[in-house]
T-cell receptor, first 116, second 113 residues
């Protein structure tokens, strides 16, 4: 299985709602990532989990809360978002180790989030 | 500051031509280089990665790396309209064991019939 899956594909939420995005992979990857991508911009890194521990938080506002329940799952909990948070949210995974030169990332299809 | 530079384009080429996409990076110690293709509204899809100087070929795609000049390029031979997409260059910098690649802004490629 060489696939990263994400649910839901689309999400519309109000500014007072609480929702969660889910990401799953079964490639045995121990690094998982959340990216945010606005139109015509490159993916912008939000969080990195390595061996189920949060290793990087790119100064993301606390209204975004990541969670890694196990090595295959990654969640992003959303609360009190703003309209400017509307974007494509991408999950990716890769191998995680200190050696090796490649460590390419595999992306899921993304969740298109609209905040009203 | 680790930077990855790409011309945003659009780069327009006729069907059957060679499309040449370029990327420069700021850190001479960079280790790994990736090309992703992204169709509008879709997620990035890995096309190739390269980490040694020289060329790496895969079908119609050739990645070229020149570490001395700090650039990496992607050649697409026999371009097809289905190749029309944004091509993202990503560079993994040698920084504290992190393997987080930094993305360029992407180059929009248009292949016209």
């Amino acid at each position: 299985d060489t696939e990263v899956t994400q649910t839901p594909k689309h999400l519309v939420m109000g500014m007072t709602n609480k929702k969660s995005l889910k990401c799953e992979q079964h490639m045995g990857h121990r690094a998982m990532y959340w990216y945010k991508q606005k139109a015509k911009k490159p993916p912008e890194l939000m969080f990195v989990y390595s061996y189920e521990k949060l290793s990087i938080n790119e100064s993301v506002p606390s209204r975004f809360s990541p969670e890694c329940p196990n090595s295959s799952l990654l969640n992003l909990h959303l609360h009190a978002l703003q309209p400017e948070d509307s974007a494509l949210y991408l999950c990716a995974s890769s191998q995680a180790s200190s050696g090796g030169a490649s460590r390419e990332q595999f992306f899921g299809p993304g969740t298109r989030l609209t905040v009203l | 500051q680790k930077e990855v530079e790409q011309n945003s384009g659009p780069l327009s080429v006729p069907e059957g031509a060679i499309a040449s996409l370029n990327c420069t990076y700021s850190d001479r110690g960079s280790q790994s280089f990736f090309w992703y293709r992204q169709y509008s509204g879709k997620s990035p899809e890995l096309i190739m990665f390269i980490y040694s100087n020289g060329d790496k070929e895969d079908g119609r795609f050739t990645a070229q790396l020149n570490k001395a000049s700090q650039y990496v390029s992607l050649l697409i031979r026999d371009s097809q309209p289905s190749d029309s997409a944004t091509y993202l260059c990503a560079v993994r910098f040698a920084s504290g064991g992190s393997y987080i690649p930094t993305f360029g802004r992407g180059t929009s490629l248009i292949v016209h019939p």
